[in-house]
């Protein structure tokens, strides 16, 4: 067993460790099980659920780019109702904290959906993905609005009786003025950040390689814009972060963790390495052994520019 702590908290819930399996790119969970012990991870998010279910986005959905990849997934899925009754009864059977994100096209559907998980068991904390569509507003994202964004989110906690993170896109100009709408409206931790909008064409055809045209970067390439963003966030207000974008090492989660973030999320590196998470866990254990430290939280917010 190794001899440093783990252990962190993100608001009232604690983790065995810092690693969240991120929404979009880990399934139901039910999909890595097979591969190792989940219940060794801290802990990880669903595909986003929306009320009803969703096939997503026609082809093409993804391009590969440098250091990273661009999807344009939809946000397909099973609906809520098939998720309560096929997926989370066994999921309930792993030791871990089951984070459920969640989808709407519309302020009504968020709520609908928060309404049908309220009081199930088995359920850590809703991720509310506010970087969606919002049909009302021509399509225009939910999150890139701080009035729209406070709204949606006290909408959702009266209707919820689970702690709430909120998901910010970093395609705004002030990512901490979101937050704070957000916080506002009862976010009790902020998941910084969702892709990065992005395009990729095809010289033979001269079109887009995205049937949408745009999608999100996600991987290595936005490292530094995660970064940066949770540190812009930390810095200016006290509520928990939990960091992603780009984390691949055990290194990398303890340069989020010095910007600011409690937790993480590994995203894409999943799909580089099945085993990322538990590869990473090792990692970590290592490099805090190599920095002499016995326990990860004195990482938190660790870095000079918050002395």
């Keep these: 067993m190794s001899a440093v702590d783990l252990s962190v908290s ?24 097979s591969l190792y012990d989940l219940s060794q991870i801290g802990g990880f998010v669903t595909k986003g659920l929306s009320l009803r279910p969703r096939e997503g ?17 939809g946000l397909n899925n099973i609906g809520v109702e098939v998720f309560l009754r096929e997926k989370l009864p066994q999921l309930t059977q792993i030791d ?16 609908a959906v928060a309404r049908e998980l309220k009081g199930v068991k088995g359920i850590s904390a809703l991720e509310v993905n506010v970087s969606c ?18 709204k949606l989110l006290e909408r959702i906690s009266k209707a919820c009786d689970k702690p709430l993170w909120a998901k910010l896109t970093p395609n705004v100009t ?34 887009p390689i995205l049937s949408r045209v745009y999608g999100g970067l996600s991987g290595p390439a936005i490292k530094p814009i995660a970064l940066a963003k949770v540190l812009e966030v930390a810095m200016k207000m006290e509520i928990p972060i939990v960091g992603m974008g780009g984390i691949s090492t055990g290194e990398d989660v303890l340069e989020f963790l010095l ?27 290592l490099g805090l052994e190599r920095f002499g430290s016995d326990t990860i939280g004195s990482w938190v917010r660790g870095l000079s520019v918050f002395s």
């Design 259 to 285: 910007c600011g973030a409690h937790a993480v999320q590994i995203g894409t590196q999943n799909f580089v390495r099945s085993d990322a998470m538990w590869t990473i866990k090792k990692e970590l254990e």
């Design 96 to 111: 871990t904290h089951i984070i459920v994100n969640v989808y709407g096209q519309d302020p009504e559907d968020f709520v």
């Design 10 to 33: 993100v608001g009232d819930l604690k983790f065995k460790n810092p690693l969240i399996g991120a929404s979009g790119t880990f399934g139901y969970g039910l999909e890595f099980a």
């Design 133 to 150: 569509p919002n049909v009302d507003k021509g399509g225009l994202d939910l999150g890139t609005e701080p009035i729209q964004v406070q």
């Design 174 to 207: 002030s990512i901490v003025e979101i937050a704070q709408a957000a916080a506002d409206g009862g976010a009790q931790a902020l998941s910084l950040i969702n892709s990065v909008k992005a395009t990729a064409v095809d010289l033979r055809s001269k079109s």
């Design 57 to 73: 986005n026609p082809p093409h959905r993804i391009a590969e780019s440098s250091s990273g990849m661009i999807n344009s997934i």
